[in-house]
């Protein structure tokens, strides 16, 4: 419980910094920049590991609009995702074994490029289709008694999406920023007898657009 609530109150901190930074960013990109920062629900599709859904993650990002209607910049985004294993036993190797309940945690933080589309450039309504490339580390952890066992990776990422900003006090001024988002990455890892061969998410996201 204090694990979590460290992460929430971390969350919030880091959500606070985002938005600082984002609100003089913005003026200086004038009315063709933009910044979208946002809470994030994520569900797991099939990685047999950890395949709670669960709204433990966020997600920033800013860029410019080249034209009117097309975009680009940077994003980054982070996601926890757990499943608890009841008791039974793992037999690690001919001479070991491992009997224990866990509880595994699925822990994913992709970066890089982001690209967009919107169709209805300066209007309070404002819907686009984009998709994000780039990188993603990926972290596996079992919890088992008092112990821990974890192993990392890197892989590619790719996330495609539909969203809108709506600017209910008028084009490009401060608003929302609501999302659906398929992602996959290339990630490959294996701890005790789990083993992950790529993960796919699907999810939304609400937040603040700038």
């Excluded at 984002?22 to 946002?38: E, R, T, V």
């Excluded at 809470?39 to 590991?49: E, R």
């Excluded at 097309?70 to 996601?79: K, M, R, T």
Aim: glycine share 8%.
């Amino acid at each position: 419980m204090k694990t979590r609530k460290n992460i929430y109150f971390k969350v919030v901190a880091l959500a606070a910094i985002a938005i600082a930074f984002a609100m003089p960013a913005k003026a200086q990109l004038s009315d063709n920049g933009y910044a979208n920062i946002d809470w994030q629900f994520n569900v797991p599709l099939g990685n047999h590991f950890a395949d709670k859904s669960i709204g433990w993650g966020m997600n920033f990002e800013g860029g410019y609009y080249f034209t009117p209607h097309i975009g680009a910049g940077l994003f980054f985004a982070f996601h926890t995702n757990n499943e608890y294993i009841p008791t039974q036993t793992l037999n690690l190797s001919p001479s070991s074994q491992l009997t224990s309940d866990q509880q595994h945690a699925l822990y994913q933080l992709p970066f890089g490029t982001a690209f967009r589309y919107r169709f209805m450039p300066a209007k309070k309504f404002s819907p686009y289709i984009g998709v994000k490339l780039g990188t993603q580390y990926c972290k596996i952890t079992s919890y088992y008694n008092i112990y821990s066992s974890s192993r990392d990776k890197w892989g590619f990422f790719v996330s495609p999406e539909i969203g809108a900003n709506i600017y209910p006090m008028g084009p490009n001024l401060f608003g929302f920023h609501l999302a659906f988002y398929y992602d996959y990455a290339s990630n490959q890892n294996k701890l005790f007898t789990y083993k992950i061969d790529g993960l796919h998410n699907l999810g939304f996201r609400v937040g603040l657009a700038f």
